[in-house]
């Protein structure tokens, strides 16, 4: 029974070669788009599930208030860790983790010419011995009590043989390694965790060393209770049976214990964030410094396309394989006279939905790699497709046949299958039940070109939004300029003015100036202050800093409204300030707040304003332009940013950036640059942005591809129903036009009518993605106009072949057989 099946499915199957092929390649597309999906969904919604413990892994974050507006910060006071295994009941284990910012990694120290150089290396921390006990290491060598000690370091297995290639690992413990100028010893390797997870550090240094290094304990400031560093963060495991409510009640009370809190507009609380919230939670980011955090809002709207995709390859199947209905008639009467039953016919349909299915899965198994390596560059590392070792594939795949096959096959057997042989063999089938299917097939190829014509909307949309930011005046000019940023070491300043004097007389550079970011950063810096009018105190808890030379405004061409600029002796006593700084402190001109002063700038400070600049953007258009103090820095002659004007001949500038970089390396010899243009640097800050523009592209492109093999499919087939009809108009005098317009007058009402739904779809959806950017883009009539009569104009191309050719035939051909 089943060979017969299998027999006549592929009998079927090559009869029908152009709808077996546009159905074969619409799943595929649709498979495909949901594998890829599935494994990056996979990948993100598995992340640190693998911690023996890890519904009771919390991360302690800090909660701000600045004069009512919300701040989050995933760390914590320096003297948190201390006091909470002390103080706080109900807690397992108590881990806090510190992570340094990139140091430079040195080795070989018994000779200085050859010692091993590292710059800025990444996933490096502080923490205890009882990391390991929260998250499970294989250990190689040496013991997690080592790091009771203060310079003790435990490398992963991957860092050790970067730092000492090719030398067994049990030699590698006492090994020196100095971070910056912390000199530790190695004592312990461990292997690396091969789990989705945000705990990515390679080197384990003793928490202890913080507390014993005089230079590092006084950066921790263990007497502040009011200051939270991202770099500083807290995990606690909780006792079996403990309340994450009791003990942030413990913790909120020891901080009310310790905490200053004579600042009545700001407001300090700690919260207990689960592990399976970390990498999802884009208000407090992730654990290690840089770890990619992932949007469960993102996620799902990656499942959603992926079902769309889906819905519409079976829309497809469904509208060509209940027009193809009329043609597998006598088949399906002469075997029900032959004893057939509908079940046979049911499962005859169903099996070879399947069949088809099970091709386009095999299809797609062979474009997955290379449609992950064209996502590569947004897709998290790690994700691949490996069909020996991630065996949920195959169990998805399974899935995905039956209940593609069940949704797009269902339908079409119970019709073709309820077919009465009497009917049937008197030619009855066109008539019965004609309106209904032709209703139903419209119907499904509007819901095709809604999903189409959303997505289509939703790109434009997006690419419109992110053209205005990348464009708009940010307030600044960002043309031709390049930065530069030097390395902190302890004769820096010395180092970075001979390079600064250097640079100033370099050909081909107009303009030099000494600070830190570029005027729009993802850097963002913050402080408290108050601006005193009268007997009106002003509070300013989130006034922004920008520091920079007296060049600095001049290079990025930034306006100066009143006052006069900075001048190299101001750096603690006076700094300009924006117009929304007047908005914010109720001066009403520039030139009224010349003279004025500021108290309590960062906690100790009076500032003088000398000067007032016009706004500019200091973020990204998520971002409204807060009120900014801009002033000189002491600092930033050790660990500054050189800001480079270009000529404007752009034809000289690789000669001008190979000069900038030598003189580098006059100065730095053993540091490597990092040279870049800074409205490059602004175009990454929407990186996210255009990967969604990207990922929108691909689903508007498949989504068309997919309706309009279908629409093409529904045309030869419409166009092959009507042949005689062509024939006999053309016969009465119908001219190609008006034959073309009448085959082709149904695809355009029908794209209209789903131009008409998708459009208020779109416009709520993109309105609701929209509440994200502080600074937005209008939505222009046109564009939906030009989105629809696009769509428009590419339906009526796939289907003007067979059109035109129908309209062309000759109807004496059509004819003959009457």
């Known amino acids: 029974m089943i060979k017969n099946y299998i027999k006549t499915a592929f009998r079927t199957f090559r009869k029908n070669k152009w709808f077996t092929l546009i159905n074969t390649i619409g799943l595929a597309i649709g498979i495909c788009s949901a594998l890829v999906i599935y494994l990056v969904a996979y990948f993100d919604l598995t992340f640190d599930k693998f911690e023996t413990n890890s519904d009771r892994i919390y991360r302690v ?34 881990v806090p983790l510190d992570q340094p910012l990139f140091p430079d990694v040195e080795l070989g120290e018994s000779n200085p010419a050859q010692k091993q150089k590292f710059r800025q290396q990444r996933d490096i921390t502080f923490t205890t011995p009882d990391y390991f006990k929260l998250i499970n290491y294989q250990w190689l060598a ?14 992963t297995a991957d860092r050790a043989q970067q730092y000492f290639p090719g030398e067994p690992l049990r030699q590698i413990i006492g090994k020196v390694v100095v971070y910056d100028s912390v000199k530790t010893t190695v004592t312990g390797i461990v292997a690396p965790l091969t789990e989705n997870t945000g705990f990515t550090f390679h080197d384990f240094i003793s928490y202890n060393t913080l507390l014993t290094d005089h230079v590092l304990r006084q950066s921790l400031r263990l007497d502040n209770w009011g200051r939270a560093q991202v770099k500083s963060q807290l995990f606690l495991q909780l006792a079996p049976g403990a309340s994450a409510t009791a003990v942030t009640k413990q913790l909120n009370a020891l901080l009310k214990r310790n905490l200053d809190n004579t600042n009545k507009h700001k407001t300090q609380a700690f919260a207990l964030q689960p592990l399976d919230d970390i990498h999802f939670n884009t208000k407090y ?35 060509l394989s209940t027009a193809q209905g009329g043609q597998r008639a006598k088949e399906i009467g002469i075997r029900k006279t032959l004893g057939s039953s509908r079940a046979q016919l049911v499962y005859q349909f169903l099996g070879e939905i399947l069949l088809i299915t099970i091709v386009a899965f095999g299809i797609s198994l062979m474009m997955t790699p290379y449609l992950l390596k064209l996502f590569a560059g947004f897709i998290p590392e790690g994700i691949h497709l490996d069909l020996v070792h991630q065996q949920f594939i195959w169990w998805f795949g399974l899935l995905l046949i039956i209940g593609v096959g069940l949704a797009a096959g269902t339908y079409p057997a119970l ?37 189409a014509q959303f997505f289509v909307i939703a790109t434009a949309m997006v690419g419109k939004q992110i053209y205005f930011a990348l464009h708009k005046d940010l307030g600044f000019k960002k043309d031709n300029v390049v930065t530069l940023n030097a390395p902190f070491k ?34 963002t810096s913050s402080t408290e202050a108050e601006y005193k009018d009268g007997k009106t105190t002003i509070h ?28 190299p002796g101001d750096a603690n006593h006076a700094f300009l300030v924006n117009e929304a700084f007047l908005h914010r402190a109720g001066i009403q001109r520039p030139q009224d707040a010349i003279g004025k002063f500021v108290d309590n700038f960062n906690g100790d400070r009076r500032m003088e304003i000398v000067g007032v600049v016009a706004d500019f953007d200091q973020g990204t258009v998520h ?11 002491p600092e930033a002659s050790m660990s500054g940013t050189f800001h480079i004007l270009l000529a404007a001949n752009s034809d000289e500038w690789s000669g001008t950036l190979a000069r900038i970089r030598s003189e580098w390396h006059s100065v730095y010899p053993d540091d490597a640059d990092d040279l870049q243009f800074v409205d490059e640097g602004i175009a990454r800050l929407y990186d996210k942005e255009q990967h969604t523009v990207t990922l929108l592209q691909w689903a508007t492109g498949l989504s068309i591809l997919i309706s309009c093999m279908g629409l093409l499919g529904l045309t030869i087939f419409n166009t092959a129903q009507r042949t005689k009809e062509i024939g006999v108009r053309k016969v009465l005098g119908a001219s190609v036009s008006s034959i073309m317009l009448l085959l082709s007058k149904e695809i355009m009402l029908l794209i209209v009518l789903a131009s008409v739904i998708a459009i208020p779809a779109a416009v709520y959806a993109i309105n609701l993605w929209m509440q994200d950017f502080a600074q ?9 106009a030009t989105c629809a009569g696009g769509l428009l104009v590419m339906a009526l191309a796939t289907s003007a072949f067979q059109t035109i050719r129908a309209a062309l035939a000759n109807p004496v051909k059509s004819l003959r057989s009457e």
């Open 61 to 94: 974050v800090t909660n701000f208030t600045f004069s009512g507006t919300p701040a989050y910060n995933p760390g914590v006071c320096s003297p948190l860790p201390m006091a909470a295994k002390t103080s706080v009941t109900g807690l397992e284990l108590v």
């Open 623 to 633: 971002d409204v332009i807060a009120p900014m103090a801009l002033m000189t820095s």
């Open 776 to 784: 937005r883009t209008t939505m222009s009539w046109w564009v939906f």
């Open 142 to 155: 040496g013991n997690p009590a080592s790091l009771n000690e203060p310079y003790h370091t435990v490398l």
């Open 285 to 319: 980011g992730g654990i290690a410094d840089y770890n990619n955090r992932a949007s469960k809002s993102v996620i799902y709207s990656l499942v959603a396309i992926a079902v769309f995709l889906l819905l519409l390859a079976c829309i497809n199947f469904i509208n």
């Open 490 to 523: 302890n004769n820096s300043a010395r180092q970075n003015a001979a390079l600064l004097a250097q640079l100033r007389v370099t050909p081909g550079i107009t303009m030099v100036s000494m600070g830190h970011d570029a005027p729009a950063s993802d850097n």
């Open 415 to 451: 019709v073709l299958s309820g077919y009465k042989p009497v009917s049937v063999l008197k030619n009855q089938t066109q008539a019965q039940g004609q309106t209904r299917k032709t209703l139903l097939r419209k119907s499904l190829t509007v819901s095709q070109f809604v999903i």
């Open 540 to 567: 300013m808890d989130d006034l922004a800093m920008k520091f920079g030379d007296e060049n600095y405004i001049k290079l990025y061409h930034i306006p100066l409204l009143a006052g006069r600029n900075l001048l």
